[in-house]
């Protein structure tokens, strides 16, 4: 896949401003965070999952006063009906991703605490920017 370079650059400063705001969340006191974390109570998303502290203070500190409700990612919401409409920037939060299980067996069983569980950088859209998707 061939990006531009406005491509390239929005990337850029996307990483930069994030970097920003774990910096940001890093320095700040556990009560700093939980008062943040609180403007945001009980954050969820279209399916159900209440998202943790951390991810809501990250939501927090992205909204710029935007009212924040229900939360998904692109698919989650297609899944829903809805579809987030063209030009809409979403919220960037931390997502774990579980190590693949190597066959159907182990897929049924818990994972394992010693296995590392990495996350990565994720986009989620607000219930607001999205609408019912026409039946086709």
Known sequence: MNLTQAQIDATKERRERFRGFVRTISKMSDEERTALAD??????????????????????????GQPVTILGGFRQWKRQGRHVRKGEHGFVVWIPCLPKKENEQDKDQPT???????????????????????AT
């Not at 998303?45 to 909204?63: F, K, M, R």
């Not at 010693?114 to 609408?131: A, C, P, R, Y």
């Open 112 to 134: 394992d605490e010693t296995e590392e569980v990495k996350f990565i950088l994720g986009t989620l859209f607000d219930i607001s920017q999205t609408e019912e998707s026409l």
């Open 39 to 64: 403007r945001l109570p009980g954050l969820a998303t279209c399916e159900g999952h209440v998202l943790s502290p951390y991810n809501q203070v990250l939501i927090a500190l992205q909204t710029n």
